[in-house]
């Protein structure tokens, strides 16, 4: 269920869902093996549900059009809240490897000289559970970057990306086993990507 729309200085996209799952692949522990040891097997009954939100604003101050300029705000928040429901082995646990929170937000400066420039920000409040015993939870993160590009050509746009530009240390996936408490030194963390820059050609037909 959602809604779409633009009005005046506004722009959204608004949507809420819930997905019952039957047989979503897990892992669960093994105990003839001293629960050191998972495999991958269907759960029964799973949960999905949560909200996808994006906002634009455009922003157009005098002081800015009258030189050929404005901005866009741009905002994507993601909710998820998945969790087993009413499982033998999990109860009610949130499923493994994903944050509950995700929020996205750029602000850019466009000029009608066909060139833009912007700031933005990803932000995951808490990470995700790295076990589906929910026995240890990721901690969260921000990442500052920028980006610009030219119109080159007709068709051409060439454009550069600074990603995370204050070096950051996160774990940025999490392959999830069944109770890391009970699997020490399983190697199921990924470091994020640090500082880094990008550039590129985009091509429009």
């Known amino acids: 269920m959602g809604t779409r729309g633009q009005h005046s200085h506004f722009a959204w996209d608004l949507a809420l869902y819930r997905s019952w799952v039957e047989n979503e692949f897990v892992d669960f522990s093994l105990p003839q093996f001293g629960n050191t040891v998972s495999r991958t097997t269907n759960a029964d009954d799973t949960i999905h549900q949560g909200i996808e939100a994006g906002l634009d604003v455009f922003i157009e101050p005098d002081f800015l059009t009258s030189k050929g300029l404005w901005m866009t705000w741009r905002n994507v928040l993601t909710v998820n809240d998945f969790f087993f429901d009413n499982d033998d082995t999990f109860g ?61 050509a007709d068709i051409a746009t060439f454009y550069v990306s600074a990603e995370n530009v204050l070096d950051k240390n996160y774990i940025s996936n999490v392959s999830s086993v069944a109770d890391l408490s009970r699997e020490q030194g399983a190697a199921i963390f990924t470091p994020g990507q640090g500082r880094a820059v990008f550039g590129g050609l985009t091509l429009t037909y």
């Not at 499923?95 to 066909?114: C, H, K, M």
Request: net charge negative; hydrophobic share 40%; glycine share 10%.
């Open 92 to 152: 009610d646990n949130n499923l493994a490897g994903v944050p509950d929170i995700l929020y996205v937000t750029e602000l850019r400066l466009n000029s009608d000289q066909d060139w833009y420039t912007g700031v933005n920000l990803r932000w995951v409040p808490d990470g995700p559970y790295a076990d589906y015993a929910n026995t240890l939870q990721v901690n969260g993160y921000k990442l500052l970057g920028f980006t610009a590009g030219i119109k080159i």
